[in-house]
C-alpha cells in the first residue's frame, strides 16, 4: 500500500500545499484519539455555549476546534482559517499563501452515543483582493477549491481526499501512524435505492419536495425497494454513498432560520460536493450545480440533494421542473 505523500507528489501537488495537508491530518489523528477515549478523557457532553450557528457545543467540538486552529494558525502558509464554531474568520500570517476552513466536528450530536463523526476541511488560494484577515477571503466558489476532504472517526479511522483529481481513500495505520492509500479511486454508483434524509422534517417541507417523498415512499413503482439510511452526521453519510452509491438530502423547509436548509455551504456542502462530483457524482441546491454557486456569507446555508447522478437528477426534476 502507498504512503500518503508519494501519492500526493505522483498527483503533481505542490510541496506547500502538501505539507499543510499534513498539518491537518496530524491534527486529525490527535483528534482520533481523544475520540478513542471518550469518558476516559472527560470529553463527552455538551459545553453552556451556543456557537455561531445558535447550537449547543460539545466538549469535543470546542476541544477540536481549537486543536485545528492552533496547529494551523502557525503554518507560515496559512492566512486565514474559518471554523463553523467561530464567528468570523482568524487571522495568521499575512503573507500566507492559503486559507483553510473546517467543521472541526460534523454529526457531533453522535459523540455521546458513540456514533459517526468526522472532521471536514478544504482549501482555497488566498485572495489579493481583500484583506488577508477578512471574512470575505472564504467568499468564493466551491470550484475554486485546491483540496477538499474528511477524516472519518469510527472502527477505522478514514480520509477521504481530492487535491483535484480523483477521490481517494487511505487509512489510518495504528502501527506507523500514517495514512495508507486502501481506495485509489473511489466511484458513486450512477444510480441508487438508497436515501439518506431526517424524515422528521416531512411536517415542515414545502409542498413539492413531500410529495416527491410520497412517492419514494408509498406511491412510486419507481421508488420500489426504497431504503432510507440515516446516520445524523452528513459526513457519515456521504461516505456510505462514496462507497456504494445513494442519495443525501437536507432540503430547505418552512421554519424561520431553516429557509435554505441547515447545511453550511462552506465547510459541508462544497468540500463533500467536489468530494462526490470527483467521484463520479452529482450536488445541487435548488437545481444548480453547488460548486458553481457564489457565496455571500461566511456561514451562508444551502438546501442539498448530492449523491448518485440518476437519483439527483430524480430529485431535481420532481421538485423543480413541475
Known amino acids: 500500500m502507498k504512503r500518503l505523500i508519494p501519492v500526493l507528489k505522483s498527483d503533481g501537488v505542490e510541496t506547500d500545499l502538501i505539507m499543510l495537508i499534513r498539518t491537518i491530518l496530524a491534527t486529525s489523528k490527535e483528534i482520533a484519539f481523544r475520540v478513542s477515549q471518550g469518558e476516559l478523557a472527560g470529553v463527552l457532553g455538551s459545553t453552556l455555549d451556543e456557537n455561531i450557528q445558535g447550537e449547543v457545543q460539545k466538549k469535543l467540538d470546542v476541544i477540536a476546534n481549537q486543536l485545528l486552529k492552533d496547529m494551523l494558525l502557525v ?6 482559517v474559518a471554523s463553523e464554531e467561530e464567528d468570523h474568520a482568524v487571522p495568521g500570517n499575512p503573507a500566507g499563501r492559503y486559507i483553510v476552513a473546517f467543521d472541526p466536528l460534523d454529526g457531533s450530536s453522535n459523540i ?3 456514533g459517526q463523526i468526522g472532521t471536514i476541511f478544504t482549501i482555497y488560494e488566498k485572495r489579493d483582493d481583500v484583506p488577508y484577515d477578512s471574512d470575505e477571503q472564504f467568499v468564493q466558489a466551491g470550484s475554486k477549491q485546491l ?3 474528511y477524516v472519518l472517526y469510527g472502527p477505522a479511522t478514514l480520509l477521504v481526499m481530492s487535491t483535484g483529481g480523483p477521490t481517494r481513500c487511505y487509512t489510518l495505520d495504528l502501527t506507523h501512524g500514517g495514512f495508507l492509500l486502501t481506495t485509489e479511486k473511489m466511484s458513486v454508483a450512477p444510480d441508487s435505492k438508497e436515501f439518506a434524509v431526517n424524515m422528521a422534517n416531512y411536517r415542515y417541507w414545502h409542498e ?13 413503482p419507481e421508488f420500489e425497494k426504497s431504503s432510507m439510511r440515516w446516520s445524523a452526521a452528513m459526513v457519515g453519510d456521504v461516505h456510505r454513498i462514496l462507497s456504494r452509491g445513494g442519495t443525501f438530502l437536507y432540503p430547505e423547509d418552512k421554519r424561520q432560520g431553516n429557509e435554505n436548509g441547515k447545511i453550511r455551504l462552506l465547510y459541508e456542502a462544497n468540500p463533500l460536493s467536489m468530494l462526490i462530483e470527483n467521484a463520479g457524482g452529482q450536488a445541487s441546491s435548488r437545481g444548480q450545480r453547488i460548486l458553481t454557486i457564489e457565496p455571500t456569507s461566511l456561514h451562508q446555508r444551502v438546501p442539498v440533494v448530492m449523491g448518485s447522478p440518476a437519483s439527483v437528477s430524480v430529485f431535481n426534476n420532481a421538485v423543480f421542473e413541475q
Not at 413539492?208 to 412510486?220: E, M, N, P, R, S
Open 75 to 80: 503554518e507560515d502558509c496559512v492566512a486565514a
Open 112 to 114: 455521546d452515543i458513540n
Open 147 to 149: 483540496c477538499a476532504g
Open 208 to 220: 413539492t419536495i413531500q410529495a416527491y417523498f410520497d412517492k419514494v415512499l408509498y406511491a412510486g
